[in-house]
């Protein structure tokens, strides 16, 4: 709640306005009425003022993009490279954002290669797990020189057995329940290095592959219930990526729900949409959707500006995002606004965990 304090009166104070439009209040004085936090993805990595800038404007929240993952952090054993963190941390905590870390522990895609050597032993494997975690968090923790990762997706893209998802640390064995020893550990070791620290487990086309997200729920309902610190999921929301579906929002909701029922809160971490599709409906309805969920706390799209997009190229989508290529707002932004501006009931029952 002192957070809330504290970042609502330096907006105001600040005077923060949309640099493109001296009448907009920049979508973080909305959100922060709803007791919402909202913002993008990027490693402050493209020497952009105008994107740093915007950011300030807009913002109350940013995730790195790539440089907080194990395969940036820690490129060859015990070696750690915080160069780009440190800057992205340091500018979060220059501007009164809160930083998002993305992601300690993930399917090996997303792992440097010596960690996937098969020489390791599975004492080795479990310490490196532990060890990483110590070392990554353990730079950002509450209180630390370099600033305050104040939320960290500590698993991402794990739950699903598909060969894409393949992560090394399976090999750490499974518990009698049938889920894999290391799930219980990456948040157990979090939770030791930084207790205030919202832990979040993000996964990819949960909004829409319903199996999936059964699946997920029933794991977290099941290590929740053996203590296992746990306090957010994550839905990605890259909408339409692959030609997957759109989300179907009465659906959405319904889960967000029975992952509230579970204790638990919900993060928006990744979302974009495919301009093939209804736009500026689905990030309207992505907005309203969470605004209906108290226990919704963040809202997100994965990067900024169009022209920094992953998605930028690729065939489904090349202006996902609510800025363009010249930082200014799009027909998404004023969607997210129009639902912004208007009251919402569940609001006053939002509360930001930990401050
Ligand atoms: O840095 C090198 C550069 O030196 C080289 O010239 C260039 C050539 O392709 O590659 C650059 O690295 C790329 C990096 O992005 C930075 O642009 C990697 O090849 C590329 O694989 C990497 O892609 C990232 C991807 O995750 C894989 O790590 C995307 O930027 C990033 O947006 C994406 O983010 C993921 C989330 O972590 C998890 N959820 C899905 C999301 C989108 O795929």
């Known amino acids: 709640m002192l957070f809330y304090v504290v970042l609502f009166s330096t907006a105001i104070s600040a005077g923060f306005i949309n640099a493109q439009n001296p009448d907009s209040p920049g979508l973080k004085n909305l ?14 990595n493209h020497d952009d003022s105008n994107e740093e800038q915007l950011i300030i404007n807009e913002f109350s929240i940013l995730s790195n993009e790539n440089c907080l993952k194990p395969n940036k952090t820690q490129p060859s054993r015990n070696v750690f490279d915080f160069r780009q963190s440190d800057y992205f941390v340091g500018f979060c905590k220059k501007n009164n954002i809160v930083a998002k870390g993305h992601k300690l522990i993930a399917r090996d895609f997303y792992l440097p290669k010596w960690m996937l050597d098969p020489g390791l032993t599975d004492k080795e494997l479990h310490d490196i797990l532990v060890d990483h975690i110590k070392n990554v968090m353990g730079r950002y923790r509450q209180g630390s020189e370099y600033g305050e990762i ?11 057995d598909a060969k894409i998802y393949e992560s090394v640390f399976k090999r750490l064995g499974k ?3 049938g889920d894999y020893n290391y799930w219980e550990l990456a948040f157990r070791t979090a939770r030791a290095v930084d207790p205030n620290c919202v832990l979040i487990w993000t996964e990819d086309n949960i909004e829409f592959d319903y199996p999936k997200a059964d699946k997920l729920y029933e794991t977290i309902k099941r290590l929740k219930s053996k203590g296992v610190p746990i306090d957010a999921v994550g839905f990605q929301c890259h909408i339409g990526f692959n030609g997957q579906p759109v989300p179907d929002f009465t659906k959405l909701a319904d889960y967000f729900r029975k992952f509230a029922d579970l204790g ?26 969470c605004l209906d969920q108290p226990k919704c706390i963040s809202w997100s799209t994965w990067n900024v500006v169009d022209k920094y997009s992953w998605r930028r190229n690729l065939k489904d989508a090349e202006t996902p995002l609510l800025f363009d290529d010249n930082y200014q707002p799009k027909s998404t932004y004023y969607g997210v606004q129009e639902i912004l501006k208007k009251p919402n009931i569940n609001s006053k ?7």
């Open 31 to 44: 959100a922060i009425k709803h007791n919402l936090l909202i913002g993008g993805a990027t490693d402050l």
């Open 150 to 160: 104040k939320y960290w997706d500590v698993l991402n893209e794990v739950i699903s």
């Open 175 to 177: 518990n009698s329940d």
């Open 264 to 289: 638990l809160y919900i993060a928006i971490t990744e979302l974009d949409v495919s301009e093939k599709l209804n736009q500026v409906e689905i990030y309207k309805n992505m907005m309203q959707v």
């Open 349 to 355: 029952n939002r509360i930001l965990p930990h401050y």
